[in-house]
């Protein structure tokens, strides 16, 4: 390693050495819980993003629904408690309870029962 390479890593260092002396000479005057707080604060920062990058992933692992379309048996992915459109038939769907299922707006019947035979009786004139 010759002496060049050497000031140059030393000027790289320079930054947080000056930073280093700083917060050293905050804490010998009485002043350690300004350091204390920068430090949390500095913590925070570094952490934060990656527990709401976890807690999102958890979020979505617990809500992400992969399902077929009961109408046309398409298999899509959507969002649990919501409503959206087949994107291979146009049907409107709502997703609950991780199934999809045909969104009926209020007053409609929707019929899926089968036939049922009836017999008839025959009326006299």
Sequence with gaps: MSLKTFQVNL??????LTLLV???LLGSLGLGWLVNSLLIIVGLLLVA??????????WLQRNLVSDRCPVCQYEFTGL?????QCPNCGEQLLIQNSHFQRFTPDGT??????????QSQVLEE
Excluded at 11 to 16: G, K, Q, V, Y
Excluded at 52 to 58: H, I, Q, S, T, V
């Design 22 to 24: 700083f917060m050293w």
């Design 49 to 58: 993003p990656i527990i709401a990058f976890l807690g999102f992933r958890l």
């Design 11 to 16: 000027s790289n260092l320079r930054p947080w």
């Design 109 to 118: 019947i929707d019929v899926t029962a089968t036939a049922v035979e009836v």
């Design 80 to 84: 649990n408690k919501t409503q959206l």
